[in-house]
C-alpha cells in the first residue's frame, strides 16, 4: 500500500503530466526501443509512428496518477489493455524494463524538476500499478492455459479458406494446425496474428476481431487491404491479402478482448458499425442468431459505398434465422446498385436526427469503426438521452480521445 506522502506526490504531478505526458511517453518508447529493439517483436510498430501508443500511453498514466488512491476506479480499463498484452504474450519479466525507461523518460523530459522525491514516489507508484497488470494477467494466462490445453501464447493455424468479401475485405478462415479443436470464445472477441514478412527485421503483430459467431470448427478474420501509400498501417493486412493463401501457415494466439455481447441479456440490441468495423458485430450477430432468435436486432452498417461494404448476403440471411431484425445500409457516396438494394436507408451520413425515429430507445449499442465514426454516432447517442452504461464501443488499436470535436460518421 503506498503511503500518504508517495500519493500527495504522485497527484501533484497531474498537472505537468497533462501538459507533458505524450513528450513523456515518446521519449520513452525512443528510448525503450534503443536499449531493447526484441520488445520490437511485440509492440506495433505502425501504431508506433502514428503516435497512438505514446498518445494512449500518456493518458494512461495520467488516469493512473489521478486516480493513485482509486485504483478499482480505472480496473476496467487495465482489464482491457491486459486483453491485449495477454494477446501479445506480454510477460511479467517485461514490466521491470518498462518502469525502468518510463522513470527515466520522466527525469529526461522533467529534468531538474523530476527531484528524487519525484521519481522515488513514481517508482514505487510504478511497482503497485505494474503489479496489478501482472496480477490480472496470470489470470487471464492461466485461464487461457487451462481452457485451451497448454496454448497460452502463439499457436500455428493453417488457412483453410480465403474468401473476398468486398473490393477490400477478405476472409481467412483458420484451423489448428495440429488439428485441435478451436477454443470457445465470446462473441466481440479478436485474437493476433503473427507473421514475418521477408525483408524485414522483425515480426510484425496485428489483432483482428473474430467474424463468426463461435462453436465453429474455424475461426474467421476479415482483413481490409488498405491503399498503396498507407504503410505501414497496412503492411500486415496487405501481406495477408497479397502473399498469405489456402494451405499457408500463420501463428495466433487465443481469442481475447472484452468488447463482447452478453446473450443473457434479453434487452433489445442495435449494431451501429463503420467500414471494416462490421467483423465484431458478424461474431455477435450470428450469437444471437444462434442462441436468442427472438431478441429485438438492429442491424446499421455505413460504407463510403456498396462495393466497399462485406457481408452483404450474409446480412440479409439473418432474417431466416431471427424472428425481429431489421437491417440498414447507409452510404456516402451510392452508385445507382446501390440505390437499387432493398436495405439502402440513406445518403451520407448517421446522425442523431436520423436515428432518433429508427433505433429502440431501450437498447444496448454497440458501436465500431474508425475514431471519426466513433465520435460522430456516440455523440448521436448522447444527443438522444441514451445513457453511457448503454453504449459499448472498441478502437481497433490503442484508445483515442473520443471528447474531440464531433465529427460526421
Same mark, same amino acid.
Given at each position: 500500500?503506498?503511503?500518504?506522502?508517495?500519493?500527495?506526490?504522485?497527484?501533484?504531478?497531474?498537472?505537468?503530466?497533462?501538459?507533458?505526458?505524450?513528450? &513523456?511517453?515518446?521519449?520513452?518508447?525512443?528510448?525503450?526501443?534503443?536499449?531493447?529493439?526484441?520488445?520490437?517483436?511485440?509492440?506495433?510498430?505502425?501504431?508506433?509512428?502514428?503516435?497512438?501508443?505514446?498518445?494512449?500511453?500518456?493518458?494512461?498514466?495520467?488516469?493512473?496518477?489521478? /486516480?493513485?488512491?482509486?485504483?478499482?476506479? &480505472?480496473?476496467?480499463?487495465?482489464?482491457?489493455?491486459?486483453?491485449? %498484452?495477454?494477446?501479445?504474450?506480454?510477460?511479467?519479466? %517485461?514490466?521491470?524494463?518498462?518502469?525502468?525507461?518510463?522513470?527515466?523518460?520522466?527525469?529526461?523530459?522533467?529534468?531538474?524538476?523530476?527531484?528524487?522525491?519525484?521519481?522515488?514516489?513514481?517508482?514505487?507508484?510504478?511497482?503497485?500499478?505494474?503489479?496489478?497488470?501482472?496480477?490480472?494477467?496470470?489470470?487471464?494466462?492461466?485461464?487461457?492455459?487451462?481452457?485451451?490445453?497448454?496454448?497460452?501464447?502463439?499457436?500455428?493455424?493453417?488457412?483453410?479458406?480465403?474468401?473476398?468479401?468486398s473490393d477490400v475485405i477478405t476472409s481467412f478462415y483458420l484451423k489448428p494446425a495440429d488439428d485441435s479443436n478451436v477454443p470457445e470464445f465470446e462473441p466481440g472477441q479478436y485474437i493476433t496474428v503473427r507473421l514475418q514478412i521477408p525483408g524485414e527485421d522483425y515480426l510484425f503483430n496485428r489483432q483482428y476481431s473474430?467474424?463468426?459467431?463461435?462453436?465453429?470448427?474455424?475461426?474467421?478474420?476479415?482483413?481490409?487491404?488498405?491503399?498503396?501509400?498507407?504503410?505501414?498501417?497496412?503492411?500486415?493486412?496487405?501481406?495477408?491479402?497479397?502473399?498469405?493463401?489456402?494451405?499457408?501457415?500463420?501463428?495466433?494466439?487465443?481469442?481475447?478482448?472484452?468488447?463482447?455481447?452478453?446473450?443473457?441479456?434479453?434487452?433489445?440490441?442495435?449494431?451501429?458499425?463503420?467500414?471494416?468495423?462490421?467483423?465484431?458485430?458478424?461474431?455477435?450477430?450470428?450469437?444471437?442468431?444462434?442462441?436468442?432468435?427472438?431478441?429485438?436486432?438492429?442491424?446499421?452498417?455505413?460504407?463510403?459505398?456498396?462495393?466497399?461494404?462485406?457481408?452483404?448476403?450474409?446480412?440479409?440471411?439473418?432474417?431466416?434465422?431471427?424472428?425481429?431484425?431489421?437491417?440498414?445500409?447507409?452510404?456516402?457516396?451510392?452508385?445507382?446498385?446501390?440505390?437499387?438494394?432493398?436495405?439502402?436507408?440513406?445518403?451520407?451520413?448517421?446522425?442523431?436526427?436520423?436515428?432518433?425515429?429508427?433505433?429502440?430507445?431501450?437498447?444496448?449499442? /454497440?458501436?465500431?469503426?474508425?475514431?471519426?465514426?466513433?465520435?460522430?454516432?456516440?455523440?448521436?447517442?448522447?444527443?438522444?438521452?441514451?445513457?453511457?452504461?448503454? &453504449? %459499448?464501443?472498441?478502437?481497433?488499436?490503442?484508445?483515442?480521445?473520443?471528447?474531440?470535436?464531433?465529427?460526421?460518421?
Amino acid at each position: 500500500m503506498l503511503s500518504q506522502q508517495t500519493i500527495d506526490i504522485i497527484k501533484s504531478t497531474v498537472p505537468v503530466l497533462e501538459v507533458k505526458g505524450t513528450e &513523456i511517453t515518446t521519449v520513452f518508447y525512443k528510448n525503450l526501443f534503443e536499449n531493447h529493439p526484441e520488445l520490437l517483436h511485440i509492440f506495433n510498430h505502425a501504431n508506433q509512428k502514428r503516435g497512438r501508443q505514446q498518445t494512449a500511453l500518456a493518458n494512461t498514466v495520467l488516469a493512473a496518477a489521478k /486516480y493513485i488512491d482509486q485504483l478499482e476506479t &480505472i480496473i476496467p480499463v487495465v482489464k482491457q489493455i491486459s486483453h491485449k %498484452h495477454r494477446s501479445l504474450a506480454v510477460k511479467p519479466e %517485461h514490466y521491470p524494463i518498462v518502469g525502468e525507461h518510463l522513470l527515466g523518460a520522466i527525469k529526461q523530459v522533467l529534468g531538474d524538476a523530476a527531484t528524487d522525491e519525484i521519481i522515488g514516489a513514481w517508482a514505487e507508484a510504478y511497482g503497485v500499478i505494474a503489479q496489478v497488470f501482472i496480477d490480472i494477467e496470470k489470470e487471464m494466462y492461466q485461464g487461457t492455459a487451462n481452457q485451451n490445453n497448454g496454448w497460452a501464447d502463439y499457436k500455428d493455424f493453417k488457412v483453410i479458406d480465403k474468401v473476398k468479401e468486398s473490393d477490400v475485405i477478405t476472409s481467412f478462415y483458420l484451423k489448428p494446425a495440429d488439428d485441435s479443436n478451436v477454443p470457445e470464445f465470446e462473441p466481440g472477441q479478436y485474437i493476433t496474428v503473427r507473421l514475418q514478412i521477408p525483408g524485414e527485421d522483425y515480426l510484425f503483430n496485428r489483432q483482428y476481431s473474430l467474424s463468426i459467431a463461435p462453436g465453429k470448427e474455424y475461426f474467421r478474420i476479415s482483413v481490409k487491404k488498405e491503399a498503396e501509400g498507407t504503410i505501414p498501417d497496412g503492411k500486415v493486412s496487405n501481406y495477408l491479402h497479397d502473399h498469405i493463401n489456402t494451405g499457408d501457415t500463420i501463428e495466433v494466439t487465443a481469442p481475447a478482448g472484452d468488447f463482447t455481447l452478453d446473450t443473457e441479456k434479453e434487452t433489445p440490441v442495435v449494431f451501429l458499425s463503420g467500414g471494416v468495423g462490421i467483423t465484431p458485430f458478424m461474431s455477435m450477430a450470428g450469437a444471437v442468431a444462434e442462441k436468442q432468435p427472438g431478441r429485438q436486432v438492429q442491424f446499421i452498417h455505413a460504407a463510403r459505398y456498396g462495393s466497399l461494404q462485406a457481408f452483404k448476403e450474409e446480412l440479409k440471411g439473418l432474417h431466416d434465422k431471427l424472428t425481429n431484425y431489421q437491417l440498414a445500409f447507409v452510404y456516402e457516396q451510392p452508385d445507382e446498385e446501390d440505390l437499387q438494394n432493398e436495405y439502402f436507408s440513406k445518403q451520407g451520413y448517421i446522425d442523431a436526427e436520423w436515428l432518433k425515429d429508427r433505433v429502440a430507445a431501450d437498447a444496448d449499442f /454497440y458501436v465500431c469503426g474508425p475514431v471519426p465514426f466513433l465520435r460522430a454516432i456516440i455523440g448521436s447517442l448522447k444527443k438522444l438521452g441514451i445513457p453511457d452504461t448503454r &453504449i %459499448h464501443f472498441e478502437f481497433f488499436g490503442p484508445a483515442e480521445n473520443l471528447e474531440a470535436e464531433e465529427a460526421t460518421a
